[in-house]
């Protein structure tokens, strides 16, 4: 995840904020993919904050449909991509982030173009906003359990049960749980607002870990290698479909969906009011829009698109609501105290 | 009798002026919904603002001597509820921006603690909504007034108000296409007495001239009794000249009758022969006025009755016997001899009696007229194919003449010669044949010199 390997996010949000009153910079691009088409008619530019590796199988199917449209994919972080969109005037046709927040915020500033069409229409209403706004995947977070602290022992499968585990046991765990540093990842920080609106159990279980010595993370991946390496016992919070992922590669854990509720993340799109190349824009939207349609584009790119049914069919998977709430925690006030109770939960101060 | 030409139709009028109404009524109401549905929508997108900004007022405190907010969720979420438009918040204090957007324009009134105040503006490409609240915390003891102010943009109403819109235009058209249905309904039903007046008047016989009783609403009864009284004063002169005409056959006729008595009387008592060639001439001019005047008075009353023609049962052998018989002796001056033939089972026909009588004495006193002395008229009843009363003689015939003209009032033929005439015989049979549904035919002898002259009666 890209999201999660970002450094220096602090100051990169904190510019975000102070929004247009930093001088304008370059965009700086993690990597950058251009698939060629073979007679080119039109290129199609998207900035992305997803790897290369989930993304590469859709742009190609998506080639495959529409052969004469080159695709010029950039990858930046999520700070960085808010910052291009709404500061430096960057030119692209779309914008694709896991950061469903400041997605809400480029379109809650006027920086979407409005589209409708049968496929967005097809869309669940939690899935899209303004008709600017179109999630294409549906992410639960998910608790990550190494199999070497796990074996044969009972699973918390809810946040009560997790924190009376750590509680009873804090000899079994000291040093071993992990969760994101929230000061450092937009990802984690948007997680744990999701679960302090959800729960209070969430402050509970952050003075539990805080007394344990919580190991503190900035990406997914960092913990998982911990949880592998037999350093961590649990990581609470991780992105279900990138640990999905590793587990299929390596092995060495256990990913728990909490039965209590599990916030579901929407991976988003969203065409921009300065695209050049609208009608290709739009024909992409569409055909995430109706990724489900693809189950081989699913399988190879390993994103779980949209589907209503999964999750009326599991009452605990809440998908964050996209709209004007998530406004809230980019508040400069509300995130500096939200960041305050997150300290003094945590570091026990 | 020829249709009076219509100016104008209080039917259309009225329903024009219904529908004229009822679009009136129509725009009205669509107005007046469309104004209370956008007054309604911007009330409610005010109070959701309102609320909004009361709630992150409440959430202001001072903290370390400075003013912080710990925004609440719920102050932007609630407006995400009811529609997807943008939203945009700024608190201030003392003028410095605290936090939210610091572009966000100042309200057009500052409000005050008792006082929200609302302004609308372009922000951001969109026009939006702004409520402003004013608070008043205190950091250290000194008063600080914050100004709080939510914004949204109105996309997201003017959808709902443009849906209500549809709905009152829906409603007005509804309303109109009703109340002009039934506008035209009200129009025919209000003229429905009127149409029934018409038919009882049209329905009348022809000389049914009572008093006209259908039941009439109260607007219209001055007019029925203006036409009871046309009525009646109608049928008053129409007896009166029913009246003229017997009395003037009868004192006409009786004082000749008298003189030509008289005449013949002296006449037998004359012995020089000039003397008595003088009182012929006399008694034929005597008999030729009176012939004259009592067609001129048959005529009259032809034209009379055959307006209100009777219905009697008329037996058509009957009448041509009669007929026959009381031009015997006139034509008996003459050696003349009439030849009635009638079949045993004679046909009957409904009509006027006397017209009927009219009708056939003049044809055979035409025939008459105009035979030789010494020769033959020959009247026939037959029922065949249709009735036909066919009057033949052996005289001078009708000659090249015109037929159809001879039936004209007073139109004589170039044949006539010395035979006086008034040229209103066959005037009167042929008016009377047709209103008796039958024609009158001329033509000549089929069996040598003379003249034929039909009745000729269709089988009902
Ligand atoms: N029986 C007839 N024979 C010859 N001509 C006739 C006969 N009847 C009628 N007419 C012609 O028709 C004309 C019109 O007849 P009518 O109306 O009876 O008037 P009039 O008083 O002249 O006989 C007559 O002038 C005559 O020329």
């Not at chain 1, 992105?239 to 969906?257: K, Q």
């Not at chain 1, 779980?304 to 709209?323: M, Y």
């Not at chain 2, 129009?187 to 009348?204: C, G, I, K, Q």
Request: some cysteine.
């Amino acid at each position: 995840m890209r999201l999660d390997r970002l450094s220096a996010v602090l100051i990169g949000w904190l510019a975000v904020l102070a929004a247009w009153t930093l001088p304008a910079t370059a965009l700086e691009i993690e990597e950058r993919l251009v698939l060629e088409a073979q007679t080119p008619r039109s290129v199609l530019r998207i900035l992305s904050t997803a790897d290369r590796a989930p993304f590469e199988p859709i742009l190609k199917a998506f080639q495959a449909e529409n052969p004469d449209v080159t695709i010029d994919y950039t990858i930046a972080g999520t700070s960085d991509v808010m910052k291009a969109v709404s500061e430096d005037g960057a030119v692209f046709d779309l914008v694709i982030s896991s950061a469903m927040d400041l997605q809400t915020k480029l379109a809650n500033d006027g920086f979407a173009r409005t589209y409708r069409s049968a496929a967005t229409d097809s869309l669940p209403d939690w899935a899209r906003w303004r008709d600017q706004l179109f999630a294409f995947t549906q992410e639960p977070v998910v608790l990550i359990l190494s199999d070497a602290a796990f074996a044969g022992q009972v699973v918390p499968t809810t946040r009560d049960e997790l924190i009376e585990l750590l509680r009873d046991e804090p000899e079994r765990f000291m040093g071993k749980v992990g969760t994101y540093d929230v000061r450092t990842s937009g990802f984690g920080y948007l997680m744990a607002t999701q679960d302090s609106r959800v729960s209070e159990a969430i402050w509970r279980l952050l003075e539990v870990i805080g007394r344990l010595d919580a190991r503190l993370y900035c990406c997914s991946g960092d913990m998982l290698r911990d949880i592998r390496s037999g350093k961590l016992a649990v990581a609470y919070n991780v992105l279900g479909s990138y640990a999905a992922a590793e587990l299929r590669e390596t092995g060495g854990f256990r990913i728990v969906h909490m039965k209590d509720f599990a916030n579901v993340m929407l991976r988003t799109v969203l065409i921009l009011d300065r695209a050049e190349n609208v009608a290709d824009a739009q024909r992409m939207v569409d055909f995430l829009a109706t990724l489900g349609r693809r189950p081989d584009v699913v399988a190879a790119s390993g994103l779980p698109p949209i589907d209503d049914a999964a999750l009326r069919g599991n009452v605990a998977l809440r998908p964050i609501r996209l709209g004007p709430g998530l406004l809230v925690y980019l508040d400069r006030l509300k995130r500096r105290s939200f960041l305050r109770n997150w300290e003094a939960s945590i570091t026990q101060e | 009798m020829t249709a009076q030409r219509a100016s104008g139709s209080i039917r259309r009028r009225l329903f024009l002026q219904l529908a004229l109404i009822a679009a009136l009524l129509s725009v009205g109401l669509f107005l007046v919904t469309r104004s209370l549905a956008a007054s309604a929508v911007e009330a409610m997108q005010d109070g959701i603002l309102a609320a909004s900004a009361t709630s992150i007022a409440d959430a202001l405190r001072s903290e370390d001597g400075a003013i912080t907010l710990d925004l609440p969720y719920s102050a932007l979420s609630m407006l995400g509820t009811i529609n997807q438009d943008r939203v945009f918040y700024r608190v201030v204090v003392d003028g410095e921006t605290l936090t939210g957007y610091e572009d966000l324009p100042p309200p057009d009134e500052t409000p005050t603690i008792s006082r929200n105040s609302f302004s609308t503006f372009a922000y951001r490409d969109d026009e939006v909504r702004m409520v402003s609240v004013a608070r008043v915390v205190s950091t250290g003891g000194v008063p600080s007034t914050v100004q709080i102010s939510v914004a949204q943009t109105r996309l997201g109403l003017s959808a709902i108000s443009q849906r209500i819109s549809g709905v009152a235009t829906a409603a007005g058209l509804g309303f109109f296409l009703v109340a002009t249905a039934l506008s035209l309904w009200a129009a025919r039903s209000a003229l429905r007495p009127l149409e029934r007046m018409t038919e009882a008047v049209t329905r009348r016989g022809p000389g049914d001239l009572r008093p006209l009783q259908a039941e009439t609403p109260a607007e219209l009864v001055p007019f029925v009794d203006a036409l009871n009284s046309f009525i009646s004063r109608l049928g008053a002169s129409l007896q009166r000249s029913e009246d003229l005409i017997a009395e003037a056959a009868h004192r006409v006729r009786t004082p000749l009758a008298t003189v030509r008595a008289k005449a013949e009387v002296t006449h037998r008592k004359l012995q020089k022969p000039e003397h008595r060639l003088t009182m012929r001439e006399m008694i034929r001019a005597i008999d030729e006025s009176s012939r004259s005047a009592g067609q001129l008075l048959d005529h009259a009353m032809v034209s009379f009755r055959t307006d209100s023609l009777s219905e009697d049962t008329v037996d058509l052998a009957e009448i041509v016997q009669e007929t026959c018989a009381r031009l015997e002796p006139a034509a008996g001056l003459k050696d003349v001899e009439i030849r009635c033939q009638t079949p045993a089972d004679a046909p009957t026909v409904r009509g006027d009696w006397l017209l009927l009588q009219s009708a056939i004495r003049n044809i055979v006193d035409n025939a008459v007229k105009y035979s030789p002395d010494d020769s033959v008229v020959d009247v026939r009843l037959e029922v065949g194919a249709n009735i036909r009363i066919s009057v033949t003689d052996l005289g001078r015939g009708f000659g090249g003449a015109d037929l159809e003209a001879l039936k004209a009032r007073f139109a004589r033929g170039g044949n006539v010669s010395d035979i006086v005439g008034s040229g209103l015989g066959l005037t009167i049979a042929d008016e009377v044949a047709r209103a008796h549904g039958a024609r009158l035919e001329l033509e000549p002898n089929k069996n040598g010199e003379g003249a034929c002259v039909s009745i000729v009666f269709p089988l009902s």
